[in-house]
């Protein structure tokens, strides 16, 4: 295979990763921030098995991040090329689409893939790091025991 078959595979191989909706509700669930498996299930209705197969399938092509905190397991954005993809993509598409409510839909889901209103990631005390007591917005987002065991 010659120099550009290569680089359309490869190409082609990252946009797979966008072509199942399920890995586009994932990645608009932790978007803002990184968070539980228990979180993402809880976020887009999924089973927690069909969750953990396409997280792993993320974090394997190298797009997610992952970090273990005591029994908890945090999935993150890695690549956030591949949030500026969909968010382009969904602005694209509102723009074409003639039906109100679905543009408006889109555009919703192209704010929040927005990084310029991610949140930072929450302690595993719920609270954001350096934030005072009862000042974080974010703490009741991470309820205790909100997370999964990790079979890691």
């Not at 890995?23 to 228990?38: D, F, G, N, P």
């Not at 893939?113 to 703490?139: E, I, V």
């Amino acid at each position: 295979m010659d120099e550009l078959g290569q680089v359309c595979e490869a190409v082609s191989r990252y946009f797979t990763l966008l072509s199942e909706p399920m890995r586009v509700r994932i990645l608009h669930a932790i978007c803002q921030r990184e968070k539980t498996v228990s979180e993402i299930v809880a976020e887009t209705g999924a089973t927690q098995t069909n969750v953990s197969r396409h997280l792993g399938t993320m974090h394997r092509a190298g797009v997610l991040t992952r970090r273990k905190d005591g029994n908890f397991i945090y999935y993150g954005v890695g690549d956030s090329a591949l949030t500026e993809i969909c968010r382009t993509v969904c602005v694209h598409i509102a723009s074409r689409d003639e039906d109100a409510a679905g543009r408006n839909s889109l555009l919703a889901i192209a704010k929040d893939l927005d990084p310029a209103f991610a949140r930072p990631p929450l302690a595993r005390n719920g609270k954001s790091p350096g934030a005072t007591q009862g000042t974080s917005p974010l703490s009741a987002d991470l309820l205790p025991g909100d997370g999964i065991r990790s079979t890691e």
